[in-house]
């Protein structure tokens, strides 16, 4: 059972170890997306702010680069046992702040606590390479960049802000971190526990929205390496400011991912496994690495439908701080006309909605974003809803029995974030698995992530990868030192 806590009405940022407000003393509010009521208000960080949090990130390096690596992932690993003692309560804010089933967001609270362990338990690994020459040697290090800028999306707060930023931290740099607009009171309770941990400027925390805080965060000359998680449209707008100042970029963006079901497969459990692919019960379906496009052999398609349908049915939806909530609400109204605007799409290009498709009943439901877990079937590659990432809980059903046929549908969108292939038959599966253009992919499962495999997409999906060894390295850069016993 998740009891009630307090939420504070006002917040501040995180600059240089203290709370501050805004240089412009302009504030933003955020909305609790199951009521559309504020819930509370952060400051409206601005260019200005972004110079603050460099100059504080600036001075705090020299002596948290200094630090012993291990030193460092000790004091990761010490925040990562904060967070966890504090799962329960940052879960139920993420509730109110995102619409998402508080139950799943507590998992996310441990799955960042995971994922910050992890890097600390890597701390001896950044390492360098050494090369014997005649009458000397050639030795290699690996340095951090310095300060790095961490943009981070609405879909996942908690467990975006703690874990995308441990491994730039253990890897020796100073972090400023920009939470979404949408959901940014988890990141600022984070930066309560950071206060206590880390010396101060080693993360500063900046909020606001993108034109006005990210792009000068990103646009700054001081901030070496920017990462950032979210839509292709604003990556495009990062690499084209990072271009400017050659800086290092990383991008974890959309997916309009395949679930390709073979028909050796159990059909229930397929059903099972598609509902779950779909994260409806996670984040209502806003997750770029959802399995959206089920591809469904032609000789299981009228079996599958019906128990796909019927487990869809059976998802709890309701309001998002209760515990028994499996689907709680979209995080913006923006968010849902958006979905409600595919869903309409969907019916008008010829596909048959199965299920859902509107808000749910229920004297509940009459305020905020909710929107009912959706079905579409005789969905066909060339449809606005098989081609263009929902972030939202919209499911498209495409026949297959041709295999040539199914790898060009498979693999003509844009995107190559994530995929699953459902087979007995391994040989197959694996084949398929090298066909497939996708970064991460699941054979006979969906949604779950190992901690220490590397994440990432392909196209459209961005490139880098992280929760891995790789995203640890990807925050150091390499010098080379060639030395010799003596001057000649």
Not at 271 to 294: E, I, K, L
């Amino acid at each position: 059972m998740v009891r009630n806590y307090e939420v504070r009405r006002q917040y501040r940022m995180l600059i240089g170890g203290q709370w501050v407000e805004s240089a412009s003393g302009e504030t933003l509010a955020t909305l609790n997306p199951a009521t559309e009521e504020t819930l509370a208000t952060v400051p409206f960080g601005t260019a200005a702010d972004i110079d603050r949090a460099v100059a504080a990130a600036r001075e705090a390096f020299p002596n948290w680069r200094a630090m012993e690596p291990r030193a460092r992932g000790k004091l990761v690993a010490e925040l990562a046992a904060r967070l966890r003692a504090e799962a329960e309560r940052l879960a139920y804010i993420e509730a109110l702040d995102s619409g998402n089933p508080v139950s799943s967001m507590v998992g996310d609270v441990h799955m960042a606590a995971d994922l910050m362990e992890y890097f600390a338990g890597l701390a001896a690994e950044i390492q360098g390479t050494t090369m014997p020459l005649h009458g000397g040697m050639n030795y290699t290090l690996r340095e951090p960049y310095g300060v790095v800028g961490r943009i981070i999306p609405f879909n996942h707060p908690i467990y975006f802000a703690a874990s995308r930023i441990a491994a730039a931290l253990v890897a020796g740099n100073t972090v400023i971190l920009k939470p979404a607009e949408q959901t940014p009171l988890t990141a600022l309770e984070f930066g309560a526990l950071i206060v206590d941990v880390l010396p101060p400027g080693v993360v500063n925390i900046v909020t606001g929205d993108g034109p006005r805080t990210g792009a000068p965060l990103v646009a700054h000359p001081q901030v070496r390496r920017i990462a950032f998680t979210g839509s292709v449209e604003t990556g495009r707008e990062i690499l084209r400011a990072a271009a400017e100042q050659i800086k290092v970029v990383t991008l974890e963006l959309g997916g309009k991912n395949p679930m390709i079901i073979f028909p050796d497969v159990d059909v229930e459990k397929a059903a099972t496994t598609a509902v779950n692919g779909m994260n409806f019960r996670w984040c209502q379906g806003q997750s770029c690495g959802s399995t959206s496009r089920v591809f469904v052999h032609r000789a299981l398609h009228d079996q599958f439908i019906e128990a796909l349908v019927a487990g869809v049915r059976q998802i709890h939806l309701g309001w998002p701080t209760d515990p028994d909530t499996e689907m709680g609400s979209l995080v913006s109204r923006e968010q849902y006309e958006k979905v409600m605007r595919y869903i309409d799409m969907g019916q008008r290009e010829g596909a048959r909605l199965l299920c859902g498709g509107g808000r749910p009943s229920g004297p509940e439901f009459e305020r905020g974003y909710f929107v009912e877990p959706t079905v579409f079937d005789q969905v066909t590659p060339d449809m606005t809803i098989a081609r263009e990432e929902i972030f939202g809980p919209v499911l498209s059903v495409l026949v297959w029995d041709d295999e040539e046929e199914l790898l060009a549908a498979v693999n003509g969108v844009a995107y190559g974030l994530t995929a699953a292939i459902l087979s007995v038959d391994l040989a197959r599966a694996m084949r398929w698995a090298e066909q497939v253009e996708a970064g991460y992919i699941w054979i006979n499962g969906s949604s779950r992530h190992c901690v220490g495999a590397p994440f990432g997409g392909q196209k459209q999906s961005g490139f880098g990868r992280e929760e891995a060894l790789e995203e640890l390295l990807s925050y150091t850069q390499i010098k080379n030192v060639q030395m010799r016993y003596r001057l000649d």
